[in-house]
């Protein structure tokens, strides 16, 4: 844009999501274009703008045909010789696939925590074979918190004798269970079935 927020130069695919003036888009103000919420958004970015800085911005919008969007950029202040502002220039890209996805995701790893807080069956979840959590059978199993648990390796928790039959298994696409001893608390022996499985939390493979 110019100093006035005019429109100098545009990009027709971006100009289709954020409003329908794709024609002639070029000398049309920031408010004909883009509307009064995005206009405002932008006067609310200007000030903070100093020479050479570039403010981050992220734009939930409705496209031409109705579908919501996401547009993520930088809004960059452009001066003249003499320190004066000539200009803006935005830059964006859409990223509304991603926020779809962390969203699944998000949801996703709610259902799984409520599944696994609700289960009588014992479960810990680690991570490189640090333990990241817990759910209360696990605890009540090895008579101990979730947060002492999260001090732990998995592979502590499991009786020496049992170890190798478990490092023989780890890894293996099998999910059969096999019968192995865990240490409580209090160092006490407890038989258990032990079944592996992978799962992603977080972004992250556990």
Known sequence: TGPWLRCAFASGALLHLVTSQTAGAVGRDALTLFGPRIYANLQGLLPQCAQGQAVPFAW??????????????????????????????????????????????RLSETRLRRF?????????????HQVVDANPSACRLLATTA?????????????????????????????????????????????VELIGRSVQRQGRQM
């Open 60 to 105: 939930h919008v409705t496209d031409t045909e109705g579908k919501a969007r996401v547009l993520e950029g930088h809004l960059r202040s452009l001066f003249d010789d003499a320190g004066n502002a000539s200009g803006h220039l935005i830059d964006a890209l859409e990223t509304t696939a991603y926020h779809e996805t962390m969203s699944e995701l």
């Open 147 to 191: 947060d002492a648990l999260r001090q732990r390796r998995f592979a502590d928790l499991i009786a020496p004798e049992s170890r190798q039959a478990y490092r023989e298994r780890e890894g293996r696409a099998s999910h059969d269970a096999f019968e192995c001893d865990l240490v409580d608390s209090a160092g006490a022996r407890v038989a």
């Open 116 to 128: 696994v807080t609700a289960s009588s069956d014992g479960i810990v979840v680690h991570e490189g």
